[in-house]
């Protein structure tokens, strides 16, 4: 598109007048849903407070009343003057109009007065009303359910001397109540439409006072650079006189700006008058610079090369790690053994069987130690061969099953930290001969992964290793039932320096060594399956040399 020709699409005046009064609005939308929640959870709590002490009003008018009552009701009762006692009752309840009902019955729930229902006189009463009435021992309330309207039960207890007769029950309508109570929810629902409608008409306020301001602020922030903008059209159409008649009256932003342009102006027009010979300059100028570019071109693959035997490099000092520490920790272990042994024997207290138990420990930590310092040796001879990509390790013929039981035995001080269970599935008969110190690199670097990132949390897990050759290929499955790997991360794992678990220490080369043992040393291939929580799977491919075929 020329840029000549293109227009303004969003001036300033509008993205002010915008951005001002979206602030303004969503301030004013903030303070006025703050003033109105607070002023909703007062007049909640007024509500509320009115609500509680028109309950206890009736409460206590109530109390009063049922107190009253049930002295008269005592009374009656003693002489038998039970129908005296219906005529009061009745009388009560037609004067009184909160009191809905009155109901007189023995400690056997006998109705002996009933206004509700004069039928259930002498009648044994079973409602849950009733059992809960019956069960009572001092004045007690509760709230009842009738016929869809909500009333306030008061019962107490009606005594004989010292003997308990039964129970004097006054039900109070709450409808008046309860009339009152949405009477205030409704004076408080137009109270806050009041204050909506006032905090509306102060923001409209608000919103054409900010408009007006910013428009007349912004037509005075963007005439400067509307003119502004017309002089680089011009110049941009070739005409390098139009910044001529821009003057600069201030130093503000838009003077430097309007400065700066009437330099650029210049510098263009005196740039236009002698461009051929600046051409020549600047083709010089990327000759020399495309030359000096090869030269860095070449620097940057010999970097890269030695980029690449850093790694190498790295991996070593990563990989010989793990033998060297382990044949440290069994000489360390050997030295306390002799230790023990040394002092017991100063003090002729050493015994047989424990003398017998410090032989064959030292025998195995010495193997331990001759078994990882060579294992270290062959680990720096494979890295040896990958760099110079050329084998020149000598094979050797070995049982498959019985060396990858001494790798196993080699890992013991690593893995009697652990739970994992081990489990080997190979041919007691497979002999082959390949590169033993690369097919030992390649299994420890494959347990030490698992319990790394496999099982962080020192979890309990199973690991699997299974072998089998057909037509001199050697499949080799690993498995493990730990963590698993994400899939969007599962096509990296074998690049160098790449590790999900940085923060620990990890430096990203086990499995990216693994990778150039396999393809480089035996001119294998390996992939991995895996499913995250679930597990965890290398498959190993590459040709071996069977005891039969030498």
Request: aromatic content about 6%; proline content about 2%.
């Amino acid at each position: 598109m020329n840029s000549a020709n293109s227009k303004i699409k969003w001036g300033i005046r509008r993205s002010l007048l915008l951005a001002m009064n979206g602030i303004i609005i969503a301030l004013l939308t903030i303070v006025t849903y703050v003033q109105i929640s607070f002023q909703v959870k007062i007049l909640e709590k007024e509500l509320e407070r009115r609500t509680v002490l028109m309950k206890s009003v009736l409460l206590e008018r109530g109390k009063t009343l049922a107190a009253t009552i049930s002295r008269q009701a005592e009374n009656d009762i003693a002489v038998f003057n039970f129908s005296n006692l219906f005529n009061n009752l009745n009388n009560l309840v037609a004067e009184d109009r909160e009191l809905h009902y009155a109901i007189l019955m023995d400690k056997s729930k006998i109705a002996h007065v009933h206004t509700l229902n004069p039928a259930l006189r002498l009648e044994m009463l079973n409602e849950p009303a009733d059992n809960y009435a019956s069960k009572q021992v001092e004045t007690a309330t509760c709230e009842v359910d009738l016929d869809g309207e909500s009333m306030l039960e008061i019962i107490t207890p009606l005594y004989l001397s010292t003997n308990h007769w039964g129970y004097l029950r006054l039900g109070f309508s709450l409808k008046k109540l309860n009339h009152e109570i949405q009477a205030s929810r409704l004076e408080i629902s137009t109270q806050i439409q009041s204050m909506v409608i006032r905090s509306i008409a102060i923001a409209f306020v608000f919103v054409c006072a900010s408009s007006l301001i910013v428009l007349v602020i912004s037509t005075k922030l963007s005439s400067p650079i509307v003119h502004l903008t017309e002089s680089a059209r011009e110049l941009a159409k070739g005409n390098f006189s139009a910044s001529d008649d821009i003057e600069v009256h201030s130093r503000n932003e838009v003077g430097v700006l309007a400065e700066t342009f009437v330099e650029m102006s210049r510098n263009l027009k005196d740039y236009s008058q002698n461009l051929e010979s600046k051409v020549d300059d600047r083709t010089q100028e990327l000759s020399t610079t495309l030359e000096n570019l090869k030269k860095t071109q070449n620097q940057l693959i010999e970097s890269e090369k030695m980029a690449s035997l850093g790694g190498l490099v790295a991996g070593v000092a990563h990989e010989i790690n793990t033998p060297i520490g382990i044949g440290i920790t069994a000489a360390s272990t050997l030295a306390d053994n002799m230790a023990v042994f040394y002092e017991s024997y100063k003090t002729d207290s050493i015994k047989r069987s424990e003398l017998k138990k410090i032989i064959e420990n030292s025998i195995r930590n010495s193997e331990l130690v001759i078994k990882n310092l060579d294992r270290a040796a062959e680990l720096v001879q494979s890295f040896k061969q990958v760099a110079v990509d050329q084998s020149t390790e000598e094979q050797r013929t070995f049982d498959i099953r019985a060396y990858l039981q001494e790798i196993l035995l080699s890992l013991q001080p690593q893995l009697k930290l652990t739970s994992h269970q081990l489990d080997v599935n190979c041919d007691d008969s497979y002999t082959v001969s390949t590169y033993p110190g690369v097919l030992s690199q390649i299994i420890t670097n494959l347990i030490q992964n698992s319990i790394v990132h496999g099982y962080p949390d020192h979890a309990s897990g199973n690991i699997k290793i299974s072998v089998k050759i057909v037509n001199a290929v050697l499949s080799l499955t690993y498995t493990d039932d730990g963590n698993g790997i994400e899939k969007d991360v599962l096509p990296q794992i074998f690049d160098p320096f790449f590790t999900t678990n940085s923060q620990h220490g990890g430096t990203g080369l086990g499995l990216h060594v693994i990778y150039n043992l396999v393809t480089q040393k035996l001119k294998g291939t390996i992939r991995c399956e895996s499913e995250v929580g679930v597990h965890t799977t290398f498959y190993l491919q590459f040709t071996v040399k069977v005891m039969d075929e030498l």
